[in-house]
């Protein structure tokens, strides 16, 4: 467990944080003495989980927020700053999903896939980081990628390629902010009893058609992918329980839960076959 007076009187702002793993992490942080605004597409419920946190407002708000639209995004920063005045925590946590073999997205699929899982990542750090430099309590920000980042399976090309962009974009913020002592960690979550499916049907917007989850797509999902299974679906609590431990120590990549090291080391030692292979002369 973290110090208990690292975060304790800091701020920490949660995308996709009125259910799941966001509304997980929203209860560690608060437990541990933080403000905390939960931003999420559906305000109700934002609002909802806030006020089980904190009935008056005063340490938990929240903000009903689309990602993927910029103006919403700074609205809700105004808002934090208005109320909290700073940010010290910032979890990047959407991810939307939509199933289907490659050759069978739509373009718009892909566009909203892209628009919610990278550019609202992108929206929001961009967005919420001149409240995060003003914090004078440790600094970090979360981006929420996926164990598909390194156990990629067939019908969720275009969820998986969305996890592969914010991994790269991750690292590279956490080499750009490393200088100014904010630290940028990369959360891969495995599978969790959680609504994610059907948060992410109510969530598409109506002019982009109706989002479809086939059976057979998740089940030759599951059986594609280089992991193990077993356990692998948890609570969203299990999958937090380490966070803040992480998170103080500064770490690179944080894997919620699961037996993915052959999936991770099959990767890995692919690439350095292919660098083996290109250093010797031809």
């Not at 639209?69 to 208005?82: D, H, S, Y």
């Amino acid at each position: 467990m973290a110090d208990s007076n690292y975060f304790n009187g800091g701020v920490a702002v949660i995308t996709g944080g009125a259910s799941g793993l966001g509304a997980s992490m929203a209860r560690r942080f608060f437990s541990q003495g933080m403000r905390v605004a939960i931003l999420d597409i559906n305000g109700e419920k934002a609002e909802e989980t806030a006020s089980g946190m904190s009935s008056d407002g005063t340490k938990a708000i929240g903000i009903q927020v689309d990602v993927a639209n910029v103006e919403a995004i700074q609205l809700a920063a105004q808002t934090v700053e208005e109320k909290f005045g700073e940010c010290s925590v910032l979890c990047a946590n959407v991810g939307v999903q939509q199933f289907g073999a490659i050759d069978k997205l739509t373009l718009n699929d892909w566009q909203w896939i892209i628009n919610v899982n990278v550019m609202g990542v992108v929206h929001t750090i961009n967005t919420f980081l001149p409240l995060v430099r003003k914090s004078k309590k440790p600094r970090h920000i979360v981006i929420t990628a996926s164990s598909a980042a390194y156990s990629p399976g067939v019908r969720m090309g275009a969820y998986t390629s969305s996890k592969y962009a914010i991994t790269g974009y991750g690292e590279t913020l956490r080499m750009e902010l490393a200088d100014e002592e904010i630290g940028v960690s990369l959360l891969f979550p495995a599978g969790m009893s959680t609504t994610h499916i059907e948060s992410s049907i109510k969530a598409r917007p109506s002019d982009l058609g109706a989002s479809v989850v086939r059976r057979e797509d998740i089940d030759a999902m599951k059986a594609s992918r280089n992991t193990d299974c077993e356990g692998q679906v948890v609570t969203a609590d299990y999958a937090t329980r380490y966070l803040l431990r992480e998170l103080t120590e500064n770490r690179r990549y944080i894997i919620t839960h699961g037996n993915d090291e052959t999936a991770i080391t099959s990767h890995y030692n692919d690439l350095l076959e292919a660098h083996k292979r290109a250093q010797k002369p031809h």
